[in-house]
């Protein structure tokens, strides 16, 4: 669909189309006694193998929904943000391999895909209407993608678990323990249903929990997305007023737009109403940090979304992201190598120069000593030309493009989603304290 006003900004750009406004037939209903529940789980460190770790602390409205490091730091870390520190009395193994993704719209019907990789996806052929590395052995009971989405973190031993046998959540993980009786998943749902506080908001959420049904791990992931999915609704930006027929953009912004819908082809990618085509490209992205790799193996390596698939067609490809608010969400790319926004653009245009030239300093990394270098990847030029071989190149851009560019990725910003429209509790019913 084309709206004549808004072409009338891009005219005379060949193939130039922009979105039809969002709706709100774009997204899924939200209960809101499911999110006010969803709300004080998503801030409350009872979710972490140690109770010292929230969704919260590696997706923070402070940071626009992700945490402003380029690899964050779960368990052993303290702080919030770039200040977070690796602590002392117990130190990280590792940084978490890929960048804190945002959680804007992605209660919105047609994100059926998660994860950088995708490794989360919805597959109506499968019982529990998932595809997920736990295949055959994946619960039922979730409501949608965000919802699996949401609790699989809480199995990683770098965000959420903990170290090996620290606690019953870690100790059941590196087992295989997951689902049923003594599972992780079990052990948390068990914890989160031991609190009164919590009580009454179970029971005001979920009916047939107030008629006797127990907790189970499902109702706690399904409040999580349902709180995701209302508080970070994201379509009041200047950008989403004038497809609704408001005031025009400003004219750099214009401009910008007329370059993201034509003749820069980001919108070759960047499509659709929350500008991300789903699907998954290799962009030549700088690897740092300790890559995806098992503990048993020693190299630093990601190759994306091939991890999922087995292609080699699908190597060093990543997930396009949606793009409103990205301006406010960075460091950005897969492992969060840039923390300037007008520099990844310009990485964008030219893989091999963007690999080749690469700032450290653009990295948002807190000083950890570790097994594996933070540069392994890059010090490799074997591994490096492998990336730059998997890489599809942009149309160069100059600095004045850049600058447009960015003017109309401006206008994607909604103030409100970032700010969210619970907020921060005070407190949660666990007592333990809230990231603010």
């Not at 804007?104 to 499968?126: K, S």
């Amino acid at each position: 669909m084309r709206l004549a006003p808004v072409f009338v900004l891009i005219a005379g750009v060949a193939g130039a189309e922009v979105p039809a406004p969002v709706t709100d037939a774009d997204y899924a209903p939200v209960s809101e006694a499911e999110a006010r529940l969803g709300q004080l789980l998503f801030y409350d460190p009872i979710l972490s193998g140690n109770r010292n770790i929230s969704c919260a602390t590696c997706h923070h409205p402070r940071f626009a929904t992700s945490d402003g490091l380029s690899l964050g730091l779960g368990e052993g870390g303290i702080g919030l943000g770039p200040e977070r520190k690796p602590d002392p009395a117990n130190l990280p193994e590792q940084r978490v391999p890929r960048n804190a993704p945002a959680l804007f719209n992605l209660g919105a019907r047609e994100f059926t895909v998660m994860f950088h990789d995708g490794r989360i996806e919805a597959d109506p052929a499968r019982p529990s209407g998932l595809r997920t590395p736990l295949e055959d052995d994946m619960v039922m009971g979730f409501a949608s993608v965000l919802s699996a989405q949401t609790m699989f973190p809480v199995l990683s031993p770098d965000e959420m678990a903990g170290h090996y046998q620290e606690n019953d959540v870690s100790t059941a993980v590196r087992e295989g323990l997951i689902t049923g009786p003594g599972g992780a998943w079990n052990i948390l749902a068990d914890r989160v249903a031991a609190i009164p506080a919590y009580t009454a908001l179970f029971d005001a959420a979920y009916p047939e929990i107030a008629a006797g049904r127990p907790v189970a791990f499902t109702d706690l992931s399904n409040a999580i997305a349902a709180f995701i999915s209302f508080e970070w609704r994201a379509d009041n930006s200047a950008f989403d007023a004038m497809l609704r027929g408001g005031p025009s953009l400003p004219p750099a912004a214009a401009t910008g737009m007329s370059l993201f819908y034509g003749e820069a082809g980001c919108a070759a990618c960047h499509s659709g109403k929350f500008q991300t085509d789903q699907g998954f490209h290799a962009m030549g992205e700088p690897q740092i940090g300790p890559g995806k790799a098992e503990r048993f193996e020693s190299h630093s390596r990601d190759v994306g979304r091939m991890r999922v698939t087995n292609r080699e067609a699908d190597a060093f490809a990543f997930r396009t992201p949606s793009l409103r608010n990205v301006t406010a969400t960075g460091p950005w790319g897969h492992s969060g190598a840039w923390s300037d926004l007008p520099a990844f653009l310009d990485h964008h245009a030219d893989p091999s120069a963007g690999l080749g030239g690469y700032d450290r300093a653009l990295a948002v990394l807190p000083e950890i000593a570790l097994a594996k270098s933070d540069w392994a990847i890059l010090d490799a030029p074997e591994e490096v030309a492998a990336i730059d071989a998997a890489a599809v190149a942009g149309k160069a851009l100059d600095d004045t493009a850049i600058a447009a560019i960015i003017a109309f990725l401006e206008t994607l910003r909604d103030q409100e989603a970032i700010n969210g429209r619970f907020g921060v509790p005070d407190s949660v019913p666990s007592g333990l304290p809230v990231d603010r």
